[in-house]
DNA sequence: CTAATAGTGTCTATTAGACAGTATGTT
DNA sequence: AACATACTGTCTAATAGACACTATTAG
């Protein structure tokens, strides 16, 4: 059958122009949440849920906005490669970071055939300390569905708007195909990349404690509440909030005063309880 | 900035080659079950979970098993590559397909650089016919885990074994990092593959209606319920089960009789109760 | 005092786990 | 009759949803 008569011999021999290369990058979605202050001495300030952006300088697609993200170099694994940016971009490193779906349509680059793999991560915004690449900004994300279209807005230094159609692909687990059928200021395929995050978060945030990636070390069950409304788009019921955070969380004998209404103990997260 | 004054004008320019190329591919677990026979005539078939292997026939991993797959050709959208090659390897079409997970070590191939995005499909055996490629074949599914390691049996023209170490990544969420310890027969990194299917399948059988993928148009409350208890690779209480399916399946006025028991009356599937 | 949020108590409805029991075919 | 599976009834424990209530601060 084959021409060789060991493995050695076959690589030694491998030729491996036999197939078509591509190239890969990886786009990574980071997520976060942030303040909006509220004029209003008693109320709390309100949580947004938001997004990390790149102004592109040059082409393709130059002056939109797009995902942090680059190609992944020959000598590098996969992994490492969002790790990479990730690091450049924030200059902060152990953030949580996840696979989260490859694109791989012939057409989703105008240079040339691009395979990219996307990831999601999500950050403290405390950890910070403004030290965001130049180009790069934050976007508040809101979005509600009607009609099986997804529609949403980034809130950032522009307004981004796009719209999404979904359509039920299969009835046994309820996926649905994406469709991008409005965007404007987005590169690439990134409008379903960013879905596919939002819609990833909002999954695991219900059964897990990812969460917590994005809160500070000190919090008040307050703020956690608003975090998960946010993500989640609904409000939740407190006592039933309480009931089942309560076994997440650790209270400590700090408090937070001087907002305008009762003082609330700070919390931290109770690591191994998922 | 830029020294191109359009986007036109910089992709007529572009050269492809400022990034290195690499291959890729897609490994597709396809998953199923199958009956097997147990000498008493009172009792039922087992129920086995199994996965379909083919053997490699020439380097690399020269006589080694390993999943179904090919490259992702150029001009095809990454995910229609497992559907080409899964009506090729079947000889049947719609099947259930999700995208699992890429897998991009730089040393996962012997032979160069080649990043794989690995698909989970499920079949219903009664819909093959027989008509599987020659040098495929089904394995059945056992496995336990142990101190963090993950032992894995397959079982069919050979017995295939092989044992994966699983490390805590990430409290807040329970991933794993899967490190393959002991692996004689199978080709690449597809341990991995094939556990990360098996995790994955373990997981939606829970909360989704995905295992009616597999079943066939008719089948029995008990043969359904062997089915759970093989993927869960734990026992469920009778009454729980049923109580839990009946709103997912609809009972005909059909009957499967000659069991050497109480005969029973076979389901279908309730489409759009998930 | 009031506005606003913090935090608790409790009723009810629903669901999950466990076990015991009855039903009905084949050999 | 004996066996094996089919299928049901019911008790209990745990959980989720809803609502009403009390507590405490800044201004």
């Known amino acids: 059958m ?3 008569n060991s493995e ?14 591509l190239s890969m990058t990886t786009d ?19 949580k947004k849920f938001s997004v990390l952006l790149v102004k592109r300088d040059d082409y393709p697609f130059k002056d939109k906005w797009c995902l942090p993200g680059g190609f992944i170099k020959i000598d590098e694994d996969l992994e490492d490669a969002p790790v990479r940016i990730l690091a450049n971009e924030t200059n902060i490193h152990n953030i949580y970071l996840e696979q989260l779906y490859t694109f791989g349509s012939v057409n989703r680059d105008p240079r040339m055939r ?28 809101e979005y509600y569905e009607e009609d099986n279209v997804v529609n949403v807005t ?11 159609k979904k359509t039920l692909k299969d009835l046994t ?25 939002i819609e990833r978060l909002k999954n695991k945030i219900e059964y897990t404690d990812i969460v917590f990636n994005m809160m500070p070390k000190y919090f008040t069950l307050g703020e956690l509440q608003q975090v998960y409304e946010v993500i989640l788009n609904k409000k939740l019921l407190d006592p039933a909030f309480r ?28 690591k191994g309880t998922n």
Chains 1, 2 share one sequence.
């Open 243 to 270: 009931r089942i955070i309560s076994s997440k969380v650790i209270k400590t004998d700090k408090i937070k005063t001087g907002e305008g209404h009762r003082p609330s103990y700070l919390f931290k997260y109770k």
């Open 28 to 46: 990574i979605i980071i997520f976060s949440v942030s303040d909006e202050d509220v004029n209003n001495y008693r109320k709390l300030s309100k």
């Open 114 to 141: 691009i395979v990219s793999t996307s990831y999601m991560a999500l950050i403290d915004k405390n950890r910070l300390n403004d030290k965001l690449n130049s180009n790069a900004s934050w976007f508040n994300i």
């Open 2 to 4: 084959s021409k060789y």
């Open 8 to 21: 050695e011999e076959f690589l030694k021999n491998y030729d491996s122009s036999v197939f078509e290369k």
């Open 173 to 197: 687990t309820d996926r649905y195909k994406f469709e991008v059928i409005e965007n404007d200021k987005l590169a690439f395929d990134h409008p379903l990349v960013i879905l596919s995050g």
């Open 154 to 164: 980034l809130i950032g230094e522009e307004i981004i708007t796009f719209k999404i």
